[in-house]
C-alpha cells in the first residue's frame, strides 16, 4: 500500500523475549522455504489461504494455521492491532543476507499495509524503502510504503526473523498509525509514547481475519480507484512522453466504459461471466503495444501494474461460493503440509472444492529430460496421473488443436482457457487419472494432484495457469547443447513425428512441438530447426514464466536428476507440496522416450553439425542458464570438510536475466593491444566475470559462485574467495585448446580443491609465492591456511585487542611488494564490533605490516592497496577516487575521481582499470560521494596514469550493481573459468607425467598433464 512517508513507527511495544521463546519452539523443518529461491529467504506461515500453511497463496479466506495455536503470545499481539487480518508469517532472514529489493504491486498488496514487529534482529540490520533506511528494533511494530521499491539487508551473521501481517486496516487500525511516529517526516506533529502490551495468561483472543480479498467481478468503481492513481503518477513522471500516456489513458477509459455497461447489465451474475473474460482478453490485447514503454516513479513497467491491478484480479468465478457467504471454516488444528504415505491424498470434500486441485505442471524444451522427471516424480503418493503424455487428451478438444488457428503453433495463451474448454478438458483427465499403482481415484473423491508432463506445454503456460489458477510449474532446465543435439537425434529417429501432414510444410515430417514462426524454417537444415525449436520454445517459456506470481514456479536441474536423485525430488516435493517415500539412487531407470543413455558428453557426435547454428542460441541460452542458477533456496547444508566441497554455488538473488554491459568501442581493443583479459568479482549478484576482447567485440563471460569476492593471481594457481570458502584453480592449456570455437581459448582455469573456512567475510587475496594470504575481516586479521584448521591467523593490527568475529576495524585490503605481504588498509581504526561503521567516511587507515605502524589516516572507506611502478596506490571509495600517495610524509594526491565507489584496482602499463559500483545507500550513506554524484555506476573505467583520465570503460546495468575486486591476467586473452559443478570439470583429468603415459590418452582432451 502506497504511504504518504517512507515509515511508520506505531506507538506500541512488546515483550521481545517472550516472542522470542514462541518463536523458538519451531523445528526447522517447519520453516518454507522462499517461493523464489531468493538465498537466506524463509517463512513460517501463520494465517493463510484456508488455514493451509503450504499454501501461499493471497486469495480465499484467510485463517489461522495450527502454528498459531501454539504461540498464545502471538495471537494477543496480532489482537492488538484491533483490525481484519490477511497473510501472516514469520519471516526469517538468515546472516549475510538480503530480502532482495523490490516493489509490491500485486493487486493484494496495494490494497493492505503491511505490520512488522521485529523478534530476533540486529542493530546493523536495515530496512530500506525509498532510499530511506533505519533499523527496527525488536518488540517494536512499524508499517511502510511498500509502493516504493524496498529491501532488508543483514550484513551480520545472525538471523533476523520478524511477525509479518497483512491488513486493509480498520478505523481503530488507522486512529493508531496517526498517532505514530514517522521519522522521516518533518511536520514535528505529536505522536503517543509506545503503550507497553503485556502477556495476559488467561486472555481468549479471535483473530478477525479475511474471508473476502478478491472480487468475484470487479465493480467498475473499484476499477476507477485503482486506475486513477496510477495515472495521475504517470502523468508526472512520464511528462516527455505525454502523447504516450494520452494514449494508455484512452485505452483505460474505453475499457472502464464497456466494463461499466456490463456491470450495469449482468453485475456479479455468472450470466456475464463469459462477456467480462472476452472484455479482459481484447482490452489485455490492446495493451501489448504500451509494453515496456512506459515506467513509473517507482521502477515498475505500467502495462504490468495495469495488468496486476485490473486484468488478473478482475474476474475470479472460483470464489463465487466464498463471496455468497459459504466458505468453509477450516479446523483449529488444519491437516499437515503433507499427507501421510497411509493415508489417501484425497481430502473431503466443500462447497466451492475442485477435483482437481494445484496441478503440477513439468514445462521446458523437448528432449529436456522431462520424461525422467515426470516418471520420477509419479512415483509419489500424493499425485495422480494419466501414465504419460496428454497430446490427445488437449488436442482431441477442437478448440486447442493448432488446426483451429491455421496452425500457426501450439501456443495457447489465457484466452483460450473459456470455461466450457477447461471443464472439458478436467473431464477428460479426470477420467484417465491413475496413482502410482494404477488405480483411479474414488467417485467424488477432490483435491487430486494432478501430474502433468507434455512438451507443448512449454508454450501453454498462461492457458494451463488460467485454466488452472493454482498449478505449480517445474521448470526443467538442461545444458542447450544436449537438448539440442537429442532435437536433432530425434528428428532423424522419425519416432517423434507430430503432424506427418503438415500445411505447407515440405520437409522432414514434422517432429515434436510446433513453435511459432516454423513456416520460416522451411528449406533450412535439421541442425537449425533442432536450434530454433529451442530458442523459440526456452524465450517464450521463460518470459511466460516470469510474468506469474513468484510462488507458482521453481527450477529443476537435469543433471541433479542424474547425480543426486533424491536429494533433487524431495527439493521439488517440498515445493509442490508432495510426499516423497522411496529412496532413490543413481543412475535412475532409462525414460520411455530415451533414444540412448544420457550422457554429458554425448552432444559432442552432433558437434560438428551443430556448430554453425550455436550462435543463433546464444543470447536465449544465457537467459536460460541465469534463470537455472536462482533455485529455491534450501536448508542449510552441514558443515562439510575441505574435501566435500559443495557441488554448486548459492543462487544469486538479483533478477539476474537484466544484465547488460555497455562499452566504449576501444575498451577490446585496449585489452588486445596489451594482450591481457580481467577477472572481476561482483558478490552481490554472485558472479565471475571474465571480460575477453572477441575482435572488435568485448565479450563479458559470467560465471557463478556464491558472493565472490577477493582473487588472487599467482605463478601457478588463481584463487577465488566466496561466502565461506576459498577454491583453488588452475590452468590446464590442453583443456583450452580443445574448446570450442577450437583456437579460441588461451587458459582454461578448473578448479582443483576447496578450503572451507566458514563465514570469515573474506575481502582480498594474494600470493606470497605458492603461499596464499587472505584478508579475514570478520576476525579483523590476516590469514593463511593449512590442512587441519579453518584459517591460520598471522598477523592483525595492534589496536585489535583479541582475535573476535565482531569485525572490529573492516580490514579488507592487502598490498604485496617484492613478493611480500607489506601494506593493508581498514576502514577504522577501532577495537568494538563493527566500531568503523561511525566514522565510516573519514576513519580509514593504511597500515604498515612489518611495523603495525599507521601510515595514513582520515581516508574515506580505502580499498584496493597497490604497489605498482614504485609508488604506492590505493582507492578511496568514499570518495569514488583513485589516489597515489606519498607514505614517509604521510600525503595523498588525487589522481582521478569517477562516478561511482571505487573498488578493485589492476595496473597494465600506463593505465588503471578501476571497479566501480553503485553504493548501497543503507550501507555507505553519509559518505562524501553520496554528495557528490546523485547517480553512480558500476563497471571498470581505465585512467591513464600520466594525466589521470578515463580512456574507456565498461559499465554494467542490470543485476550487477556492485564491484569488488578486479584482477588483470596478463598474457591472457582469452581464458575460461569452469564452474565446480560444471561438466567440463567432470570430463577433465590432471595427472602426473607417468600415470598419463600410462593411461594411453596422451594428449586426449580428458587427459591434461
Not at 545472525?158 to 509479518?164: A, E, G, N, P, W
Not at 502495462?303 to 471454516?329: H, K, W
Request: aromatic content about 8%; hydrophobic content about 40%.
Amino acid at each position: 500500500m502506497k504511504l504518504d512517508t517512507e515509515f511508520i513507527k506505531l506507538p506500541l511495544h512488546f515483550e521481545v523475549e517472550r516472542l522470542n521463546a514462541e518463536v523458538m519452539r519451531f523445528h526447522e523443518t517447519e520453516w518454507r522455504a522462499h517461493p523464489q529461491g531468493h538465498p537466506g529467504n524463509s517463512a513460517l506461515p501463520l494465517i493463510a489461504a484456508h488455514g493451509d500453511p503450504a499454501n501461499d497463496a493471497t486469495k480465499g479466506p484467510m485463517r489461522p494455521t495450527a502454528h498459531l495455536d501454539r504461540c498464545p503470545y502471538l495471537r494477543q499481539v496480532l489482537a492488538t492491532f484491533d483490525t481484519v487480518l490477511g497473510r501472516t508469517r514469520l519471516m526469517r532472514l538468515d546472516g549475510n543476507a538480503e530480502a532482495v529489493s523490490h516493489t509490491d504491486t500485486n493487486y493484494y498488496w496495494m490494497q493492505r499495509v503491511r505490520i512488522h514487529v521485529p523478534i530476533l534482529t540486529d542493530p546493523a540490520v536495515q530496512f530500506v524503502c525509498g532510499g530511506r533506511s533505519l533499523h527496527m528494533a525488536a518488540g517494536e511494530a512499524w508499517i511502510f510504503d511498500t509502493w516504493k521499491r524496498h529491501n532488508v539487508l543483514n550484513p551480520n551473521p545472525t538471523q533476523r526473523i520478524h511477525l509479518v501481517a497483512d491488513t486493509v486496516g480498520s478505523a481503530s487500525f488507522w486512529n493508531l498509525v496517526a498517532r505514530g511516529e514517522r521519522p522521516f517526516d518533518p511536520s514535528g506533529r505529536v505522536v503517543d509514547p509506545p503503550r507497553f502490551v503485556a502477556f495476559q495468561p488467561d486472555a481468549e483472543v479471535r483473530l478477525p481475519t479475511e474471508t473476502v480479498n478478491q472480487p468475484v467481478v470487479m465493480s467498475p468503481w473499484e476499477q476507477e480507484s485503482l486506475l486513477a492513481p496510477l495515472l495521475a503518477e504517470l502523468a508526472v513522471s512520464e511528462s516527455a512522453q505525454a502523447g504516450l500516456v494520452a494514449e494508455l489513458r484512452g485505452e483505460l477509459v474505453h475499457f472502464q466504459q464497456g466494463w461499466r455497461s456490463l456491470w450495469a447489465r449482468f453485475g456479479e451474475s455468472a450470466d456475464g461471466w463469459d462477456a467480462f473474460r472476452q472484455a479482459l482478453q481484447q482490452f489485455d490485447r490492446r495493451l501489448a503495444r504500451f509494453e515496456q514503454r512506459l515506467r513509473l516513479p517507482n521502477g515498475s513497467e505500467t502495462v504490468e501494474i495495469v495488468r496486476q491491478m485490473v486484468v488478473r484480479p478482475a474476474l475470479n468465478p472460483d470464489l463465487a461460493s466464498q463471496a455468497a457467504g459459504s466458505a468453509p471454516t477450516p479446523a483449529s488444528n488444519p491437516p499437515p503440509r503433507h499427507p501421510t504415505p497411509e493415508h489417501s491424498p484425497v481430502r473431503p470434500g466443500g462447497v466451492g472444492a475442485r477435483r482437481i486441485e494445484r496441478p503440477i505442471v513439468i514445462v521446458a524444451p523437448p528432449r529436456s529430460g522431462t520424461s525422467l522427471l515426470f516418471e520420477t516424480l509419479a512415483q509419489s503418493p500424493s499425485v495422480w496421473t494419466i501414465g504419460g503424455e496428454s497430446h490427445a487428451v488437449i488436442e482431441n478438444i477442437p478448440r486447442l488443436h493448432p488446426a483451429h488457428g491455421g496452425f500457426a503453433s501450439n501456443r495457447l495463451d489465457a484466452a483460450d482457457a473459456e470455461p466450457s474448454i477447461v471443464a472439458r478438458l478436467e473431464a477428460a483427465f479426470l477420467e484417465r487419472l491413475r496413482d502410482r499403482d494404477g488405480q483411479p481415484p474414488a467417485p467424488g473423491s477432490i483435491g487430486l494432484r494432478l501430474l502433468e508432463k507434455t512438451p507443448k506445454n512449454a508454450l501453454r503456460v498462461p492457458f494451463l495457469a488460467t485454466a488452472f489458477p493454482d498449478a505449480v510449474f517445474i521448470y526443467l532446465y538442461r545444458d542447450p547443447r544436449e537438448t539440442i543435439s537429442s532435437i536433432l537425434d530425434a528428428w532423424r529417429s522419425r519416432r517423434f513425428v507430430t503432424y506427418p501432414q503438415l500445411p505447407d510444410w515440405d520437409g522432414s515430417p514434422w517432429s515434436l512441438l510446433l513453435v511459432p514462426g516454423w513456416r520460416d524454417l522451411a528449406r533450412r537444415s535439421l541442425a537449425e530447426i533442432a536450434a530454433m525449436q529451442w530458442v523459440t520454445t526456452a524465450r517464450v517459456l521463460l518470459d511466460d514464466l516470469e510474468v506469474l506470481p513468484a510462488e507458482r514456479w521453481c527450477v529443476a536441474s537435469y543433471d541433479r536428476l542424474l547425480a543426486e536423485p533424491q536429494a533433487e525430488i524431495e527439493r521439488l516435493c517440498a515445493f509442490t507440496g508432495i510426499v516423497w517415500d522411496r529412496q532413490l539412487t543413481a543412475p535412475l531407470p532409462q525414460a520411455r522416450h530415451t533414444l540412448t543413455s544420457p550422457a554429458p558428453e554425448k552432444w559432442r557426435r552432433n558437434a560438428e553439425e551443430l556448430k554453425p547454428v550455436m550462435p543463433l542460441i546464444g543470447e536465449v541460452a544465457e537467459r536460460a542458464r541465469e534463470v537455472f542458477a536462482r533455485p529455491p533456496a534450501k536448508k542449510p547444508a552441514p558443515r562439510r570438510s575441505p574435501a566435500e566441497a559443495p557441488l554448486a554455488p548459492v543462487a544469486p538473488a538479483a533478477d539476474l536475466h537484466a544484465f547488460h554491459s555497455v562499452y566504449t568501442a576501444n575498451f577490446p581493443q585496449l585489452l588486445g593491444r596489451l594482450g591481457i583479459s580481467l577477472l572481476i568479482s561482483t558478490y552481490q549478484s554472485g558472479r565471475i566475470i571474465a571480460v575477453r576482447a572477441d575482435g572488435d567485440q568485448l565479450n563479458t563471460h559470467l560465471r557463478f559462485f556464491p558472493s565472490p569476492m577477493g582473487i588472487a593471481i599467482g605463478p601457478h594457481a588463481l584463487a577465488i574467495g566466496v561466502q565461506r570458502s576459498i577454491w583453488d584453480y588452475r590452468n590446464q592449456p590442453a583443456v583450452a585448446h580443445k574448446l570450442d570455437p577450437p583456437g579460441k581459448h588461451d587458459a582454461c582455469f578448473l578448479p582443483r580443491s576447496c578450503h572451507v573456512t566458514g563465514d570469515i567475510r573474506v575481502h582480498e587475496l594474494a600470493f606470497a609465492g605458492e603461499e596464499l594470504w587472505i584478508v579475514n575481516t570478520r576476525f579483523s586479521c590476516l590469514a593463511t591456511l593449512d590442512n587441519a584448521h579453518s584459517f591460520v591467523p598471522r598477523w592483525r593490527p595492534p589496536f585489535v585487542s583479541q582475535l573476535a568475529a565482531e569485525d572490529r576495524c573492516h580490514l579488507n585490503g592487502l598490498a604485496m611488494v617484492d613478493g611480500r605481504v607489506r601494506f593493508v588498509t581498514a576502514l577504522g581504526e577501532t577495537d568494538t564490533p563493527q566500531g568503523w561503521r561511525e566514522n565510516k567516511a573519514a576513519g580509514g587507515v593504511v597500515m604498515d605490516v612489518d611495523s603495525g605502524e599507521i601510515l595514513l589516516r582520515n581516508l574515506s572507506m580505502p580499498h584496493s592497496p597497490r604497489w605498482y611502478g614504485g609508488r604506492f596506490w590505493l582507492l578511496e571509495s568514499g570518495k569514488g577516487a583513485l589516489v597515489v600517495a606519498d607514505l614517509a610524509a604521510g600525503r595523498v594526491e588525487t589522481v582521478a575521481e569517477l562516478p561511482g565507489f571505487t573498488r578493485g584496482l589492476g595496473f597494465v602499463g600506463p593505465y588503471a582499470f578501476v571497479g566501480l559500483s553503485q553504493v548501497r545507500e543503507s550501507l555507505f550513506g553519509g559518505i562524501p560521494l553520496t554528495e557528490r554524484l546523485k547517480e553512480r555506476t558500476c563497471g571498470v573505467w581505465v585512467v591513464d596514469l600520466r594525466n589521470g583520465r578515463t580512456v574507456a570503460f565498461l559499465r554494467f546495468e542490470g543485476a550487477v550493481q556492485e564491484i569488488f575486486d578486479v584482477q588483470v591476467l596478463h598474457g591472457v586473452r582469452f581464458p575460461e573459468i569452469a564452474e565446480p559443478e560444471a561438466d567440463l570439470v567432470s570430463g577433465s583429468f590432471a595427472l602426473p607425467a607417468a600415470a598419463l603415459a600410462e593411461s594411453g590418452h596422451a594428449g586426449a582432451r580428458t587427459m591434461e598433464k
